[in-house]
């Protein structure tokens, strides 16, 4: 079992920045890949960023890269979401989210668990 809470979200200009965090319960943090995903009002929610379990490799939605960056630190039991540049588009509510045994989460419904998700919002 592995509880998400998500963190560092809030107000921000086009252009701007935001870092959000995910900190997660648990020994076994560094067996789960991590994801991020947001959901925007009326829409789906949609793939960010994910990172696999020792950090070997991330992936981007198109959107986002170049512009954001996914890290994580299994000492401390914390996922990252540094967000770059950031765009009116952006504006969402932010999850982060778990799975085990799986080199990579990048399909919300592969996710085993969810953080209650911090909200952005990218002003013009």
């Known amino acids: 079992q592995v509880q998400l809470v998500e963190s560092g979200g809030g107000l921000v200009q086009a252009g701007g920045s935001l870092r959000l965090s995910c900190a997660a319960s648990g020994r076994t943090f560094s067996f789960y890949a991590m994801g991020w995903f947001r959901q925007a009002p009326g829409k789906e929610r949609e793939f960010v960023a994910a990172i696999t379990s020792n950090s070997g490799s991330t992936y981007y939605a198109d959107s986002v890269k170049g512009r954001f960056t996914i890290s994580r630190d299994n000492a401390k039991n914390t996922v990252s979401l540094q967000m770059n540049s950031l765009e009116p588009e952006d504006t969402a509510v932010y999850y982060c989210?778990?799975?085990?045994?799986?080199?990579?989460?990048?399909?919300?419904?592969?996710?085993?668990?969810w953080g209650q998700g911090t909200q952005v919002t990218v002003s013009s």
């Open positions: 989210a778990a799975r085990r045994s799986t080199p990579i989460l990048r399909t919300a419904k592969a996710a085993d668990y």
